[in-house]
């Protein structure tokens, strides 16, 4: 049967016929090209590949980025909306979306030269190349401003010595968007090819989360880096939350579709399972787990709709995004933890899909920012006392 | 070349149909639509001939409501040219041959080479519109085919369908009506980029005056099918199991078949 989605607050109303036609097709792509295949790369711990060349077809990567560079040019929401059906067949598939899109492809797009957009936004659009974000260290996670990746200028080239740990696409991609800091400690950004000498992308292996994402390990020793692969406008620490404003938006809405699915099947298993002479959906226990699910659904929605309508009218702030990737990365772990449970021992089982959105929306939950630190951010802007320090 | 498509908005594939309370319709509330999936066949196949000859125009009409123009724009977005969108209150208890007699002046008023038809719609499932077409514009016609090949010049189509047993090849001039089967391709997927484009290509919206048709010709009056009453199916029994060992659960087996069943 085919997915319908999750509309208790008849939301459908509030968006466009485009931005309804953008969700169906990629729901349509996403039931038939990555449901059938993604249990088993999960289990193999690799990233689907041949599924590269198919999202290119229909525009997926880049959706966000201007026509002119061969983007699909969507607004907000029907661009929230790709994120969420990506997710719903899997965290992983849509990590690698957001990291193409919005944080790699928006970056050049927005501080790029005329030449570089020029050069790999086409490039990025079709699947040629992929590329990766380069930010988190080994020692400098949710405090990125002490990281300790070095750029030297010497006269002629930028020479980049540091390491990069967690990288989303980090031994698929061709280019790195590397993130180091100047001789005078300001933060820029770089992109390093792969095969540069002296750049070394390592694979993380043993995850049990996200494993049907790539995530690496970049290592520069004395990497040179022309002028010509240097983000100009891309300058201090806020260049980088910026872009990771942009993905939060996309994850805040990815969220809902993990969500859904982990409702969906928990919906329709419990409807079918017979326990005591009756389908289990008939007890108040259960009633209880799948009304909790619907309602922060549908709350999720509204904070991911109207986060869009504002990112289009340029109203949208940081710390909404802040709170739309909190509150829906956390109701839809909340929502994959009980629908594991409705499903009893099936609910382990990769059959049934609920166990992969779990363990996936461990990540999601620590990624471009983790719950807390957004939390604090939060708590910064209400109370106008930082508790980070 | 110029190819004509009709096609059809119907509830969803997985839209759980039940009987409206006046019982002559069914109950609409809450209903997602879909294009016809046959018709879906017929767009591509369309998208591909236009490819293929390297010109050409695909144009895709529906009669429907206000909501017909989202199954309209989807074709659009697929990458169909312009569309005709026929709409009248007057249309609204038509049956087949009314549909058909609508479409057919409509068709008329272009210069169409091919025109496709889905075999069926999922709805009512008649699979008589395509048809009917045929007969009231006078042209040849070949129905639920599963391949279409275009001879040379484009003056004649040979297309293929399923009878029982075996494949009838038909080799037909043009211009003609086809009706889509199953098999006959596989529909593309609309690029995120031709959705948003698609609001830029023309549709037309057509009543029947502009057709030259009037409210008696296709009303409720003039319609040669009238709905009496719909229901749903009566609910199926539960079946029975039988169990043991085989020789003895085959013994019981052709008792019941033949005390209960009463098969022979
Ligand atoms: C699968 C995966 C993919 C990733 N992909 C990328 C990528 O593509 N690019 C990239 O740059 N990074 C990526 N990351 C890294 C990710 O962004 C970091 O893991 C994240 O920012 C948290 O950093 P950390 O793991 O070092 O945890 P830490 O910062 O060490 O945090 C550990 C715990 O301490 C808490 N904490 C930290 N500081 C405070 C404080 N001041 N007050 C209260 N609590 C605090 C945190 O909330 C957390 O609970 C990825 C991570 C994963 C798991």
Redesign the interface.
Known sequence: MDFEGVDFLNLDDAMTLEERMVRGEVRRWVDKEVLPIIAQHFEAGTFPMDLLPKMADINLLGANIDVFYGGAGLNSVAYGLINQEMERGDSGLRSFVSVQSALVMWPISEYGSDAQKAYWLPRMVSGETIGCFGLTEPDFGSNPKGMLSHAHWNGTDYILNGTKMWITNGTISDVALIWAKEDEGIISAFLVEQGNPGFMQNKIKDKFSLRASDTGELVLADVRVPVTHVLAKAKGLKAALHCLDQARYGIAWGAIGAAMACYDTALNYAKQRIQFDRPIAGYQLIQEKLVYMVTEISKMQLLALQMGRLKDQGKLTSVQISMGKQNNVYHALQIARLARDILGANGIMYEHQVARHLCNLESVYTYEGTHDIHTLIIGEKITGLSAFT | MNIAVCIKQVP???SKIKPAEDGLDIDRTGL?YVVNPYDEFGVEEALKIKEQVGEGKVTVISIGSDKT??AL??CL?VGADEAIHIKDDALAKGDTYITALVLSVALKKGDYDIIFFGRQAIDDDSGAVGIQVAELMGLPHVAGINKFDLNAEGRTAIANRQIEGASEIVETSLPAIFTCQKELNEPR?????G??K??QKPMTVWSLSDLELTAEDCGAEAAKVAIEKITSPPVREAGKKIEGDVPQAVAELVRLLREEAKVF
């Open positions: 969803a594939t997985e997602s123009v989202e724009r989807t977005a997927y609309a690029s995120l980029p959705i948003m698609a609001r």
